[in-house]
């Protein structure tokens, strides 16, 4: 998977909001060929947190909310909200120095693309221990928890994972 292909987070986040008015057909890509957003959230995303030996044996047989919880599913779509733009700053970063071939002076070095960082999780490092989340992440993740235990109870989820078991299948 080529980074250029990746769908872009609003593409990603429409999936689940757009799904409710949607042809269900539209939202799952008929192969994996192209990167479509459903297939990255799922099959990229959900079965990071799922578990890719549980998501590899249960995915055929199973519907999504089946395999993840709600709270799997707000989680990933809370750190995709935190940190889609610390990951977009860097992909472009690193495109730019490899464009430039490594500018050597601090004039140049300083044209380069900022990064930005992660939106509720502490700036100095998200992987510092015991740091956390900030108040708004929690918010974010709770409010997209209440969204999908929602969405769980209506019909168009249910024809959503049949969709993504055939695909997965193909």
Request: proline share 4%.
């Amino acid at each position: 998977m080529n980074a250029n292909d990746l769908p872009t987070k609003e593409d990603v986040f429409r999936v689940r909001e757009g799904a409710k008015g949607a042809d269900p057909s539209e939202l799952v890509p008929n192969s994996t060929e192209e990167v479509h957003p459903f297939y990255f959230y799922t099959d990229c995303m959900l079965k990071c947190v799922a578990g890719a030996k549980k998501w590899k044996s249960q995915r055929e047989v199973k519907s999504l909310s089946q395999i993840c919880t709600a709270s799997d599913e707000a989680f990933v779509l809370t750190v995709l909200d935190n940190y889609w733009g610390h990951w977009a700053s860097l992909h472009k970063r690193n495109e730019e120095e490899n464009d430039s071939q490594r500018p050597e002076t601090e004039a140049l070095q300083a044209q380069l693309t900022e990064l930005v960082g992660p939106r509720w999780t502490l700036k100095a490092g998200a992987h510092v221990k015991f740091q956390g989340w900030e108040e708004d992440g929690i918010i974010a993740f709770n409010d997209y928890f209440r969204l999908i235990k929602e969405d769980r109870k209506k019909h168009f989820c249910w024809i959503i994972s049949k969709l993504l078991m055939r695909l997965l299948t193909i």
